[in-house]
């Protein structure tokens, strides 16, 4: 899997929490009994609060000699041993970070780019456009209503849809890596194939992702979304509400959205708004990317009912060209709360550090 070094603006993945919450895992998971009795001679609590206490993620990533005076009381087999231990924790968690940076980059551009590509393609769709001057003759207090509302939804999607799908994705990783649904080693060696010769091996890993958000709420969406275009809408609002903003019906403008959805993923591919690789052909993970490319084309076709109808309810701006404050105002919807992060048992709690670390350098082990 190719190494994504320059992590996106709207979600820092906190390396130092990923990493000792899977030093911790593989020590239960990995080690043997009499291995973990070598170790424990050498620590007085969990493995991961020792490290912390010993300000071990630091040393590592500034210079491995550092990291390696930690442990240089150690003998060779209890070495041995913490090396399996933090060698397994780093490429986890390399893994996860590789994978949800690749996932945020399409849906950075899917969310903030690809509707205004969109929007220029509606726009040149003589039935769309039709059909939008019509609603506006026949009920343009309705459809003035329908874009008010669009305008909440935008805002989440713009300023928070990004974030909740980034942190929910870290957790889903995360989860499906330490399920018992594969034997520890045989996930290991597919982790390292992904890191050190590039290969997809998300599909290996997929048994259980499904079950975590946002997958486990696909299913229902796409269900929706099969049966015409109010129902289209239905999906899209269900998600959005679980995701943490605000539920919407638009009986109005459903019309012009069905006709629009016609540019679904697919459609983008095709005519280049994004590029599809290796992550987008995994069943599970091309379906969240359409719904993501629903969302674009929500966006591009609610934009372009407010250009065509003059209204300049989501640019704040009337037909006179003064600004509406109170209309152009946006929730900042502070009762989004972040998905907690996998459990760890009481006894292996610790306390993480909070803020963003830089990478470590998946070029390099971490043998002490």
Known sequence: ????????????????????????????????????????????????????????FNKIKNRYDKASKVVKNFPDKAKKSLNKVLDAAKTSMEF????????????????????????????????????????????????????????????????????????????SFTKTITADDLPVEEKIQFINESISMGKNVISSLIHKLETYPPFNLLKNVTQMSEKGANYIINGLSYFTEKMGGPSFKLPVIASVIGMAMEYNLEGLAKHGFIQIVGLITIPTISTLMKLIGYIATFIATVVLVDEICNLGLLSGKHKDGEIDKQRHTEPEYTNVSAPKKPEIKPEEQNQYSPGNDSSLSPENNISV
């Open 96 to 171: 996860v970070k590789n994978i949800v940076s690749q996932l945020n980059e399409f849906i950075k551009k899917l969310i903030n780019e690809t509707p205004i590509k969109i929007k220029n393609k509606l726009k040149s769709d003589k039935k769309i456009i039709s059909e939008i001057k019509k609603i506006e003759k026949g009920n343009k207090q309705g459809l003035v209503t329908d874009i008010n509302e669009c305008k909440n939804v935008i805002g989440f999607y713009k300023k928070q849809l990004g974030n909740i799908l980034s942190k929910n994705l870290t957790d």
């Open 1 to 56: 899997m190719k190494h994504i070094k320059k992590y996106n603006d709207f979600f820092q993945f906190n390396e130092k929490e990923s990493f000792y919450y899977f030093v911790d895992y593989y020590y239960n998971e990995l080690l043997t009994k009499n291995e973990k009795i070598i170790l424990e001679q050498y620590i007085d609590s969990t493995l991961s609060i020792y490290l912390i206490n010993e300000n071990f």
